[in-house]
């Protein structure tokens, strides 16, 4: 027999309980509306039964934390809430906390937080005072002593399972142990964002974006998505591809008479039902948010695995969806795994070139070598990172890192920053150098440009703009002796006004005592052979060295062939995108 409450305040706590058991979790101005609407009392008394229901913890307080306009949330009280309790009442009443527990049961109890902004669709600043943002929904389920949060040395954070003694049956781990299961997570969010460019440059040559405007997750910083409209997506351009539409896409010029297109790209897992959610649960808002008119969008998604169920519920929705396999074939299912096994090797050892050779050897069979460029261009920097720790001995290097310098916020509280990705940032105590290094891994025949500070993956764009910015950023070594210097390796040419370029700053101020200033396919081949590099040579010469095809000459019957050999030819950088 269920005992039945005595005064008013228990029958509002009972109400407020039972309400609570439905959704877990409601905002202090939430439950105060509902009292006032059941009970018919004022503001005042309605806020006063919260309040006390909270002190004789028939119901549980979020304090210390709080949420929009500085509130709490209350939540159900009960000793035996679990974590797939949660998620039983969260499908329906909660939708997006579903889906970032789901998506960590998935996962082995972890996901980045970048993740589950996605996952959540998550708006990057809370917009009212519901748990509408993915650090509210933190906050909620640590107040349930549910999950965690860990930042790793590269700045990284995830979220994880707290340790608990419920049964969670998905392998929780202590602080301790929590190593291997963050390193195993990074190489996932690497694998994610290992095509990016690729498929991009894919898209382009397609006519499905256009190449003005790309903003996307750089595999460098997996956990810096693009964000727009306070939403974080994979990657997101614009099209001109128009269609039936009185305006042609050749008279498309401005943002606002294209379509945007939106990317979600996972290829280290199965495309699950909860992304697919996410994802549209962003377009939706990205859709609704403008007062007058409405958003053009064009969602893409790219996956490596899906169920039959969530591939026919995206065709109803109207999302277009490719598998990786069919845009570069099936033979890159085989690059993907070794790329994890990449990934893991270098969490264990430098000397990867073997296991580069090996991917370098898939992605030639699968015929795709021009299209992949960009992942033989990551290969070709984890080939590089043995011979520069030959060069410079036991200084400390950075590698992958972004500096980044934020402006002054204007009127509207929108902020300018200006940030830029170095290969490697060496600190050399013998010499006493700071030396920032770029690498490009191309085929031999394309040349790189001198062009100017303003023209991307230019000698100019590195040495008169990025170098003087990344320079900014050291002020105290710098003040303290150590001595700014450049260098720029590359599997690719220099053209004739770059070449004279290096030439001269081979004679100045930025060359380091350990190298030249700029090393060229020639010369890079030169150097790793005296340093004994052997294998690296072989793979710079088998997979980055332009060998035109043969072609045999038309001859009249009964005279011998010749094999005619065309000429070397080169590629501008500018036509590779």
Same mark, same amino acid.
């Given at each position: ?8 305040? *228990? ?35 309605? !806020? ?16 210390? %934390? ?47 937080? %970048? ?8 708006? =990057? ?12 929904? @933190? ?41 291997? &299961?963050?390193? $195993? ?21 397609? $006519? ?16 810096? =998505? ?10 997101? /351009? ?48 990205? #859709? ?25 519920? @995206?065709?109803?929705?109207? @999302? ?12 890159? %299912?085989?690059? #993907?795994?070794?790329?994890? *096994?990449?990934?893991s090797l270098l969490q264990i050892t430098d000397n990867a070139d073997v296991a580069v050779k090996n991917v370098l050897k898939t992605i030639r069979k699968t015929g795709q070598d021009d299209l992949l460029r960009d992942l033989k261009g990551s290969l070709f920097e984890?080939?590089? %990172? ?6 410079? =001995?036991? /200084? ?10 934020? =402006? ?25 150098? &700071?030396?920032?290094? *770029? ?16 023209? !991307?993956?230019?000698? /100019? ?5 990025? #170098? ?9 070594? #710098?003040?303290?002796?150590r001595v700014l210097k450049a260098m720029y390796i590359t599997s690719a040419q220099f053209d004739q006004d770059g070449q004279l370029f290096i030439d001269d700053l081979n004679k100045g101020k930025l060359k380091s005592k350990n190298g030249i200033t700029a090393y060229d396919h020639h010369d890079l081949i030169q150097l790793l052979t005296e340093k004994e590099f052997k294998n690296e040579v072989k793979i710079i010469k088998k997979f980055y060295t332009y ?28 036509? @590779?995108?």
């Amino acid at each position: 027999m269920t005992n039945q409450p005595t005064n008013q305040q *228990e029958k509002y706590e009972l109400f407020l309980n039972d309400h609570l058991k439905q959704i877990l979790f409601a905002s202090g101005s939430d439950l105060k509306g509902l009292l006032m609407e059941e009970f018919n009392i004022s503001e005042t008394n309605a !806020r006063q039964a919260v309040s006390r229901a909270a002190k004789a913890k028939v119901i549980a307080s979020s304090y210390p %934390y709080t949420f929009g306009k500085n509130q709490y949330i209350y939540l159900y009280r009960e000793n035996y809430l679990t974590v797939f309790m949660i998620m039983a009442v969260s499908q329906k009443s909660r939708p997006p906390m579903y889906r970032l527990l789901r998506s960590m049961l998935d996962n082995g109890g972890i996901i980045s937080h %970048y993740e589950g902004m996605k996952i959540t669709a998550s708006p =990057g600043i809370a917009t009212s005072t519901k748990v509408a943002t993915l650090d509210d929904m @933190i906050k909620v389920l640590s107040s349930m002593s549910m999950v965690r949060t860990y930042t790793d040395a590269r700045d990284i954070k995830y979220i994880l399972f707290k340790e608990s003694p419920f049964n969670l049956g998905i392998g929780v781990v202590s602080s301790a142990d929590e190593g291997p &299961l963050i390193k $195993n997570h990074f190489n996932k969010m690497l694998m994610d964002a290992a095509l990016m460019p690729d498929i991009l440059r894919w898209l382009y040559r397609s $006519n499905l974006i256009d190449n003005t405007k790309i903003i996307y997750r750089n595999k460098k910083n997996p956990q810096t =998505g693009a964000v727009h409209n306070k939403l974080t997506w994979d990657a997101f /351009s614009y099209t001109k591809a128009t269609g039936i539409n009185p305006t042609f896409g050749a008279k498309s010029e401005e943002v606002e008479k294209q379509t945007m297109v939106a990317l979600d790209i996972v290829l280290s897992r199965k495309y699950s039902q909860e992304d697919l959610d996410g994802f549209l649960d962003r377009i939706q808002i990205n #859709l609704n948010s403008v007062s007058v008119g409405h958003r053009k969008m064009m969602p893409i998604i790219f996956y490596r695995e899906c169920d039959e169920l969530v591939l026919n519920t @995206i065709s109803k929705l109207g @999302i277009i969806a490719f598998d990786i396999g069919a845009i570069f074939g099936q033979k890159i %299912y085989e690059v #993907l795994q070794e790329l994890s *096994e990449l990934n893991s090797l270098l969490q264990i050892t430098d000397n990867a070139d073997v296991a580069v050779k090996n991917v370098l050897k898939t992605i030639r069979k699968t015929g795709q070598d021009d299209l992949l460029r960009d992942l033989k261009g990551s290969l070709f920097e984890v080939l590089m %990172y043995p011979l520069l720790k030959n060069i410079f =001995g036991d /200084s400390t290097m950075e590698r992958g890192r972004t500096l980044i310098t934020k =402006g002054p916020k204007d009127a509207e509280g929108k902020q300018d920053t200006e940030k830029y990705e170095y290969d490697f940032i060496i600190h050399s105590a013998h010499p006493n150098e &700071l030396i920032f290094v *770029e690498l490009k891994g191309y085929m031999s025949n394309v040349l790189i440009p001198l062009g100017d500070r303003d023209k !991307r993956n230019s000698l /100019s764009w590195f040495f008169r703009r990025t #170098l003087p910015f990344g320079a900014t950023h050291y002020p105290m070594e #710098l003040a303290n002796g150590r001595v700014l210097k450049a260098m720029y390796i590359t599997s690719a040419q220099f053209d004739q006004d770059g070449q004279l370029f290096i030439d001269d700053l081979n004679k100045g101020k930025l060359k380091s005592k350990n190298g030249i200033t700029a090393y060229d396919h020639h010369d890079l081949i030169q150097l790793l052979t005296e340093k004994e590099f052997k294998n690296e040579v072989k793979i710079i010469k088998k997979f980055y060295t332009y060998k035109p095809e043969k072609k045999k000459a038309v001859k009249p019957a009964g005279e011998i062939s010749h094999d005619v050999l065309p000429d070397w030819s080169t590629e501008k950088l500018d036509d @590779i995108f």
